[in-house]
């Protein structure tokens, strides 16, 4: 008789690297600075670890999907600046 009580054990996920500030940035084609003070207002997906932000990939891909497929295109919505003309 099979045992019904057995739960499945859940098999590992791959840990995923995390980007630190700079290369979040550079990924993203913006300035270190502005997706610092974006993550600090909680406008872009971020992890505090201790005093540094730390990115997935794959949450700021998301991210830029979930905002560019939005009723906005709007630059300034998506990277928290202004466009100077």
């Keep these: 008789m099979p045992n ?4 499945p054990v859940r098999q590992p996920r791959e ?3 995390l980007l ?3 290369a979040a940035a550079s990924v993203l084609g ?3 600075k502005t997706l610092e003070r974006m993550a600090r ?11 540094r932000w730390k990115f997935r990939l794959t949450s700021l891909n998301s991210w830029l999907e979930d905002g560019l497929n939005s009723t906005t295109t709007d ?6 600046q202004e ?3």
């Excluded at 019904?4 to 739960?7: H, M, N, S, Y």
């Excluded at 207002?41 to 005093?51: E, S």
């Design 20 to 22: 630190n500030l700079e």
């Design 83 to 85: 466009q100077v003309s």
């Design 30 to 32: 913006m300035h270190p």
């Design 41 to 51: 207002n909680k406008k872009v997906p971020a992890l505090k670890v201790g005093k």
């Design 4 to 7: 019904d009580d057995i739960t």
């Design 15 to 17: 840990f995923e690297p």
């Design 75 to 80: 630059r300034a919505v998506l990277t928290g």
